[in-house]
């Protein structure tokens, strides 16, 4: 079979829907000499019309409100879906599969939560199922897990996926701001949703890290299988300690394979060396390393969001699906959503991680204090290797902040039990963990 | 054409091919595991036998002499070129592609002289010809610009990608020692050839550039058709001065789509700014960074040489060329090597090129110097945006250091031959190209 025009259908005219139909249709020629396919806009399907965009011009009858004229349209090729949301997107892409269509999404809160169930299905109809976009936006770290890396066992993974949080904690550390005040700006910018639950509490990470997962170990997790925490308790203070002691905070969604070949997955604030790249990926940009066991450390940097970035990898999944088309073949699928191939990793406890952690404590600035801190983390194996101790404001208490050196998380949650029922230690202790291994 | 297990030769068992077949069969089962492929190291070709290598055991028959045993081979599906050199290597893959066998190749030297007449004849018999290892070792450049950023006009490219000019320039810069002193000890690492000419005179960054251009912009450009400027000239005197304007410099290989559709092409040392991403790039590794008019600025990073790094991106075409094999197409060339696809674009000659300019003069030390320098300068429209003078150290001249705006190059050529002819001159002028579009 050689199709000489692959027909697109797109749910959802919102940004990325606006920014892949630009692309489309602005950029036809292009896209036709780069790749050797010919691609048309035959549908975008908006909810609400009439609709209409700067910067484009659809053709005539190409805008509908009806789903159906994309899914179950016999004249479509691939599906594009960019509506987001869980439930209408799963059943509008079940509908498209069943129709023999190849789809391309965006949509990584679907797939962390039913890439199992679509996936099978769409191995079931021999049509591919592309997400490139789904995951650090413009970056090609899908395509470079699934075909670039694939002579490599992952060793591990890390990633600034998050660009909210990354623009916030750049905001905190460059401006000295508060989270509360960045946060505002960043709505006001449209950097941050009205409702910025989802970013600021690692839950968007923590999605695109179980996808990342599936691709680098094979295992389907979700994300309540593992660790997430986000930045909301991080202050302006921390952020200062922090770079005094020669680190940057970060939100890093972190994947690795320990020694007994389980699956660390965790998300959370991360104290990573100033000098290292991953501590100079700034603003609303996305970085994910990748350290293989044949490549060694990589680095992929780039927009992780906004209209065209994100377009520009939807619309490298259509072309892949187009070539699939034009060809008569189906891409391979990722065996991680595939329940007859047992994953060979199980998932690592986040009481069973070693690292590195910074701790500060609130404490009575009197003679001893540090000796019986030193003493409880020294019970459990817990050996500091930094100490900075501040000058007392306007209060009798003192901030104590510590780097240890790689220790068991349950050991130091022990040790923190024990240290917190001290009668110098006032309040609570700020726990961030540290990553080393990202030092390049 | 369903091919269960695909067969592969290898043609030279250096650093490289070595690697390349401990993956392929240290690591067979992953890589099935991950690829849906079944791959079969077959035959390995080494011209002087017996041999061995540390790490890896070659089943029994796999070594031989003889080349034909690979590139006539029947059963030989896919051959692996990794001897390197241009004239040997041309012949074998030519029978190779005549024999219908797929080819992946990691030399840059061959496709940059030879890529029209290799591809032409792999477009014609129907097979694949690989790449990815020839630029930026395991960084998978290639593929992102063949498959990624399709649906990108690509406004600019920036690459670290020779690691032995990078790993030179990082020495002296944190080290602050001379070139020649660096040169030797990488000599003695094995990070610099016995002759390391085609490196630090920037032949193999401009061959690589070569590369790249072909899937950027669609254009054949042999290395001589453009601006290549080593590192020999740099002293670690100029890196100080560099950094004490913010600047650190690389050899950087440069691509960019002019307004009035021209490429620029050079591959020169460049001041970068020292906050910059491609600034923090340190040792041997490579970066390339691409700007794409949706993608926006993007940036990899990796290993760009070494056994493993390089075996992963062979190993990488490997299964890509397998995949074809497998389902019986073959993926589509880029039309820069086409005759038959005129060039869309012309070549921008260095003298027309606008870019900022780092100048310095060893002067007399006396009043007036810098107003006749910068009365010069102004004739021709360079404008001067800072200058330092350095104290006068045992002699009576001084270093006089100057950045200017955006200039053309033709003009700051014609200043300097005037300025090189005043008397308060002293000897030449040193002179480095400044990139700001890399600030990110």
Known sequence: ??????????????????????????????????????????????RTLPASREGIELPPNCLTSDPAEVVDNPDIDIVVELIGGVSE??????????????????NKALLAEHGGELFQLAQKHKVSLNFEASTAGGIPIIKTLQESFTANQIESLYGIVNG?????????????????????????KGYAEADPTLDVEGIDAAQKLSLLIALAYGVNLSIDKFHVEGITDISKKEIQYARE?????????????????????????????????????????????????????????????????????????????????KNGIYPSISHAWFPDVPAEVSVCPIDDIHTRYYLRFVVIDKPGVLAKIGNILGDYNISISSVIQKEPHDTDTVSLMMLTHKALEKDIKTAL????????????????????????
């Open 1 to 46: 079979m050689d199709k000489s025009c692959i027909n697109i259908g797109i749910l959802g005219w919102g940004t990325v829907g606006t920014g892949v139909s630009k692309i489309l249709i602005n950029q036809n020629s292009l896209i036709s000499k780069n790749s050797g396919v010919q691609l048309s806009l035959e549908k975008v399907v908006k």
């Open 89 to 106: 997107a799963q059943t509008l892409i079940t509908r498209a599969i069943k129709n023999g269509k190849h789809v391309v999404t965006a």
């Open 164 to 188: 909210t949080c990354n623009y916030i904690l750049t905001e905190m550390n460059e401006n000295g701001v508060d989270f509360s005040d960045v946060l505002a700006e960043a709505q006001e």
């Open 245 to 325: 002691l020669g680190y940057v905070i970060k939100l890093i969604a972190i994947a690795k394979l320990t020694d007994d070949n389980r699956v660390e997955a965790r998300v959370h604030p991360t104290l990573v060396p100033e000098r290292s790249l991953l501590a100079n990926v700034g603003g609303a940009y996305n970085a994910v390393c990748v350290i293989g066991s044949a490549v060694g450390p990589t680095l992929f940097y780039g927009q992780g969001a906004g209209e065209m970035p994100t377009a520009s990898a939807v619309v490298a999944d259509i072309i892949d699906a187009a070539k699939s088309v």
């Open 417 to 440: 039990d024990q240290i917190l029922k001290l009668e110098v230690v006032k309040g609570g202790v700020k726990l961030i963990r540290i990553e080393e291994e990202v030092d390049f």
